[in-house]
């Protein structure tokens, strides 16, 4: 079972499979259950070792993105989303080079979801960092970054206001106006636009995590100057 906790670490807790509802994982022998975990590759695009679908498929993993909206019911505001899908070998690069139009200074946001006791995840904020020293910082973390399904990262310039996350499903997400310089990123990168796409967010799925990359985080907090608490 410690191949399964690995992957139910934050949706299914200590390797358990829900019972009841339309779970797709209930009553699947164990050995047909870690052919499916294993599996990475769908057509053309590589998952990363932080996320897996359903074992229905009822979401096929693809490369893509597509145009959103974040509506915020509370202040009533409506922001244009990007939603990205890049293929494992591509997706570190794409997420940094996503960063430029940020500019030259801006803050950061951790996210985890390592607490195994708590329910969500928690935020840690960092202000005013140079982006060249960010940059340097988080090549050294693109293992954890990239394959550690309760990890996520945002890095925004409030006086913009602009946004660009790579959350625990490892999205790329993009909030904000005009985000043209962002489109065309995804271009460059061979990311094709497709607006009737669906995430792997958007039916159940399964997330990865281990004990090495709980430490690892550990480390990147210090790196950026994060060592206090939790907000």
Known sequence: MGFLKSFFRTVFRDGAIPIGGNNSFEHVPQQELEAHL??????????????????????????????????????????????GAVSRERLFETFLEMLDPLGMVVDVVLETSHNREMTGHTDLYREHIDMPVLKSILYDFEDLLGNDGCAGIAVLNPGIPQEVQLDEHKL?????ENLSDYEEVFCRHNVPCHEDMRFLTEAEHVHSSKD???????????ELGMDGGYY
């Open 38 to 83: 294993d599996v990475s590759r769908y057509g053309n695009f590589t998952l990363t070792d932080a996320i897996r679908p359903s074992f229905d498929l009822k979401v096929m993993p693809q490369e893509g993105f597509r145009h959103d909206r974040y509506n915020d019911e509370q202040s009533g505001a409506s922001v244009p989303v990007l939603m």
């Open 172 to 176: 790329i997400i993009v909030y904000g």
């Open 212 to 222: 090495t990359f709980v430490a690892r985080f550990e480390e990147l907090k210090t």
